[in-house]
């Protein structure tokens, strides 16, 4: 009997994943590292390693929606209802809340498999209040007063939310031409930036580090929409299957951590089951053990001070709650919401980079008035 679509996606989730953590933990890939580093030190070479990834990822990600193997307008990125305050404030609380704790989701997951139970309580506090944003108090605040303020795009006749679509519309052209224009302009741009500098040029372990990443979100997409799109034997319905949205994903870290923490405590409910976002979880955390472990860098890490613990637990609060009210992180959006060319996701993305840059000016001008007070250092 051959393997069902479930089980064909939590496998792919987890061993994507697996490779992801590998590749993040052996670049030290990190959104936010890659902000501080040019805000303090004017360095490019993380960001350019992001926007490599990026790169392979829209080109991937357009290959698979080109040849047929997935419907894009069916992800929750491109859907075309526009919630765009919630995006922006849900960015910027996200990019606060990764700097104040010293790294995002995914940098967290990564430093939790390399020993650090610093990592592991950030991500605990941060699953809860992904989770009070999904469904519980949190969610009342953002279904009342961010959720309403959107833009109806199919209402002015949008087919999805996509850049390439508003491309369409403002110049007229067949949606045929304006997607392959886009994908080509986006992708051109995030390479010829990523190459501009010939040390990144030159470094190897970061540009094929970079390649596997987008190479991974890009087959995510693949695994839920192909691999994992099927007819359902109980309802006989064409369904998604184990998808926490119920339709196709790939990458993100916030929602799947809120549903990992669901699982856990909940693990008698017959209803609940793994899924992609939490088999990618896992395969994160999974991926950057072997690493640590393979390079004798695996250590035990856990907090230098009550004043880091009090840090590192607003952090990961502020990153649960902006994560779900963005619908994506930096990976969520800004890697395979990206690589679909939805607008919501640059939006998010917009709202990280401000939350994050303008956070990081704070903290050092904080340090410069007094050391005490300063951010713990960056990754």
């Excluded at 498999?113 to 699953?127: H, I, K, T």
């Excluded at 999805?160 to 992708?187: C, E, H, I, K, Q």
């Excluded at 990961?316 to 890697?335: H, S």
């Excluded at 903290?363 to 410069?368: G, I, K, N, P, V």
């Amino acid at each position: 009997m051959g393997a069902t679509p479930a089980l064909l996606v939590v496998t792919g989730g987890f061993l994507l994943a697996f490779v992801f953590g590998l590749a993040a933990a052996r670049t030290n890939f990190c959104t936010m590292g890659a902000l501080s580093d040019i805000v303090n030190m004017g360095s490019w070479t993380r960001m350019r390693t992001w926007m490599l990834a990026a790169a392979v990822a829209v080109l991937g990600t357009a290959l698979l929606s080109f040849l047929g193997y997935v419907d894009l307008a069916k992800s929750v990125q491109q859907r075309p209802m526009l919630p765009w305050l919630s995006l922006l404030v849900g960015g910027v609380l996200f990019g606060v809340g990764m700097t104040i704790a010293g790294g995002c989701a995914n940098r967290n997951l990564v430093r939790l498999g390399g020993g650090s139970v610093r990592s592991l309580v950030v991500l605990v506090f941060l699953a809860i209040a992904s989770y009070m944003t999904l469904k519980g108090l949190f969610a009342q605040w953002r279904a009342s007063w961010l959720d309403p303020v959107r833009i109806d795009l199919a209402a002015l006749g949008w087919s999805d939310g996509s850049l390439a679509t508003a491309v369409a519309r403002a110049t007229g052209l067949a949606p045929g031409l304006a997607v392959p224009l886009t994908v080509a302009a986006v992708a051109a741009g995030l390479f010829a930036f990523a190459f501009k500098d010939q040390r990144f040029r030159g470094n190897s372990r970061q540009v094929a580090g970079a390649v596997v990443m987008g190479a991974v979100v890009a087959a995510g997409w693949y695994v839920t929409g192909f691999l994992g799109f099927g007819e359902n034997p109980e309802t006989l319905e064409t369904v998604y299957f184990a998808t926490n949205s119920r339709t196709l994903e790939s990458l993100s870290f916030v929602g799947p951590l809120a549903y990992s923490l669901e699982l856990l405590l909940l693990w008698t409910d017959k209803s609940l089951h793994l899924s992609f976002g939490i088999a990618a979880v896992l395969g994160t955390i999974a991926g950057s053990a072997v690493h640590a472990l393979a390079t004798g860098t695996f250590r035990w890490e856990g907090f230098a001070s009550l004043a880091d613990l009090r840090q590192q637990l607003v952090g990961g609060v502020l990153m649960g709650a902006g994560g779900v009210t963005a619908a994506g992180c930096t990976i969520g959006q800004g890697l395979s919401g990206v690589s679909t060319l939805a607008i919501g996701s640059f939006i998010a993305v917009a709202g990280i980079v401000v939350g994050g840059v303008a956070t990081l000016k704070v903290l050092a001008w904080r340090e410069e008035r007094s050391p005490e007070l300063g951010a713990t250092a960056a990754t």
